[in-house]
């Protein structure tokens, strides 16, 4: 089985095909998300192919971590694995996850994480990965926001420029726990109206980010000192209101860590309704979050 299964580099000519397959599984991306994701990481993501035909795919992305020794490593992540539904449970998933493991640990990678589907998590287990944690979708529409006090915000809350993106990368890290410059300067270029940071005497001390979807908008990554509470309301609420002032009838998904209370209350308080869990997993060493405490949403399920 494994001779019949070719894997090759996923190129842009592939993106239509990786569309039709999220179509299929009702995934909640745009065919620009999938281009950055092949930006991101355009030697680590991959097509499958059996007798000359596209069967499936997954992407990856990694991250540089700075250790306080001075050691540095890198973080991978894995994620959209599909596998068109004619041809699973051929080993074609399992080829496919294999390989972007190798990249990773090839490119010095030393831990690999995923969020994975309460159904996947068996599969995962069986290639070496541990249950580490839980990650929880809100979904919100349009129509509860007018119904919330989200147009008062006591804070000063900024919109972000392209100069403030090599400092919010380094305060970034200190909750997410590796580089992830590329990822914003990507988010910031296609999206910079969705884009606010916040500062206490000179000093940035959260930072919100968001993107269009499918349906309407994704928040994330957010993150936030968690001694700010009220700053992290203030740009929650100042990208809400962006959002509505650009459109008005839309729906809102954020991914929320579980280890984060304070943001889930808040979600909830706003008017934000939970929708679903994945299982946050890890291959190799464990150490990646820094402060998940101050992860108030990751960037997406696809990349941490």
């Known amino acids: 089985m494994k001779k019949e299964i070719y894997i090759r580099n996923f190129t842009e000519d592939d993106i239509d095909f990786a569309v039709e397959l999220i179509r299929i599984e009702r995934w909640n991306y745009l065919p620009v998300d999938i281009k950055r994701l092949l930006e991101y990481e355009p030697n680590g993501c991959f097509v499958a192919e059996k007798n000359n035909k596209r069967v499936g795919f997954i992407f990856t992305i990694s991250y540089d971590r700075a250790l306080k020794s001075g050691y540095k490593s ?5 994620a959209l694995l599909i596998i068109h539904p004619t041809y699973r449970r051929r080993g074609i998933g399992t080829a496919l996850t294999k390989h972007a493991m190798d990249y990773l640990y090839n490119i010095g990678a030393n831990s690999i994480w995923l969020h994975s589907d ?3 998590v068996r599969f995962y287990q069986k290639l070496g990965f541990e249950i580490l944690g839980e990650t929880l979708r809100l979904k919100m529409k349009s129509e509860a926001l007018r119904d919330a006090d989200i147009f008062t915000v006591e804070q000063d809350i900024d919109p972000l420029n392209k100069d403030d993106l090599e400092k919010i990368a380094q305060f970034d890290a200190l909750y997410f726990g590796a580089n992830r410059l590329e990822v914003l300067k990507r988010l910031y270029r296609d999206y910079p109206h969705f884009c606010y940071v916040a500062r206490s005497s000179g000093k940035i001390i959260g930072y919100i980010m968001s993107r269009k979807n499918l ?7 957010f993150i936030c000192h968690p001694k ?15 959002m509505l002032q650009r459109n008005k009838n839309f729906r809102i998904t954020i991914d929320v860590p579980s280890e984060n209370l304070y943001a889930l209350s808040l979600l909830l308080k706003l008017g934000f309704q939970s929708s679903s869990k994945t299982i946050r997993m890890c291959y190799g060493e464990r150490g990646h979050f820094r402060e998940i405490k101050g992860i108030f949403a990751f960037g997406g399920l696809e990349k941490g």
Do not use: E, F, T, V
């Open 74 to 78: 890198r973080i991978g992540w894995i």
């Open 118 to 120: 309460k159904n996947a």
């Open 215 to 221: 349906k309407g908008y994704s928040i994330g990554p």
């Open 228 to 242: 700010y509470l009220d700053i992290a309301r203030s740009l929650l609420c100042k990208c809400l209101a962006s």
